[in-house]
């Protein structure tokens, strides 16, 4: 069965740090690009960051830029997300995906997507 499985999530209060990990199974996530995606309730889901197949060429949100950190171990099959002085709007659930290109395109069309883990950041 080919799935991919976010995990990582929970409750932090502003400033904090979380890491999200993706876990894939039945297939090598090293032929893919990743990509992290988010979505608030009420919001439209948006390109968090992304990492090429290759692991040379990243990109982020402007949002996020400077606090997140997208890597991959494809010996582990397993990709991340640290977030790092997390703030109350990135309250939301965290979707990892591969990526049906090679690049690292924020926005792009996914092959496979992860179920989710929730994120909130609160006192």
């Not at 400033?15 to 992290?36: T, V």
């Not at 997390?86 to 395109?105: D, F, G, N, Q, R």
Request: with cysteine.
């Amino acid at each position: 069965q080919l799935q991919l499985v976010e995990s990582g999530g929970g409750l932090v209060q502003p400033g904090g740090s979380l890491r999200l990990s993706c876990a894939a199974s039945g297939f090598s996530l090293g032929d893919y690009a990743i990509n992290w995606f988010r979505q608030a309730p009420g919001k439209e889901r948006e390109g968090v960051s992304c990492i090429s197949r290759s692991g040379d060429t990243t990109n982020y949100a402007d949002s996020v830029k400077g606090r997140f950190t997208v890597s991959r171990d494809d010996a582990k099959n397993t990709a991340y997300l640290q977030m790092n002085n997390l703030k109350p709007e990135a309250t939301a659930v965290y979707y990892c995906a591969a990526s049906l290109s090679i690049w690292c395109e924020l926005e792009g069309r996914q092959a496979y997507w992860g179920q989710g883990t929730q994120v909130t950041v609160s006192k």
